[in-house]
């Protein structure tokens, strides 16, 4: 009913060189250099950690990062520098988990070296790992 309504008053090619023009002025946009936000899924051997950055670029690459690039960074822990702590049951002062420790520096130097075509910024606050414990057979 609505667009029965509408093309009453607007001309079909109208709305189509409408939309092709909004295409092309995006397009154009993409080209330009942008600094956003992007929060980076680091595996580190075998645990996930979702870390926020600041990362640079152009439009187009950050666009490409944000809906193709669905993976995650493979990053060995022996590349990065981190501190294991143990957090304590606070009802029985009993060691229940370990904790790594990042240091944002490294896990940034870490980052920037395995992405390309963007240029990493920052590393926001790094969250704790807690590792998860394989079982040997």
């Not at 093309?7 to 956003?36: N, R």
Request: glycine share 6%.
């Amino acid at each position: 009913m609505f667009w029965r309504g509408v093309m009453g008053y607007v001309s079909p090619t109208f709305i189509i060189l409408l939309c092709a023009s909004f295409i092309l002025w995006y397009i154009l946009k993409l080209q330009y250099t942008y600094t956003t936000d992007y929060s980076v899924v680091v595996n580190i051997n075998g645990d996930r950690l979702r870390v926020p950055c600041v990362v640079e670029g152009k439009g187009t690459n950050l666009l490409g990062y944000r809906v193709y690039m669905n993976r995650e960074i493979n990053i060995p822990l022996a590349d990065l520098k981190y501190t294991q702590t143990h957090m304590l049951d606070e009802d029985t002062g009993e060691v229940r988990d370990d904790v790594l420790l990042f240091d944002a520096q490294s896990l940034h130097s870490a980052i920037s070296v395995r992405v390309s075509d963007i240029k990493v910024i920052s590393v926001g606050d790094v969250p704790p790992l807690f590792p998860t414990v394989k079982e040997q057979k």
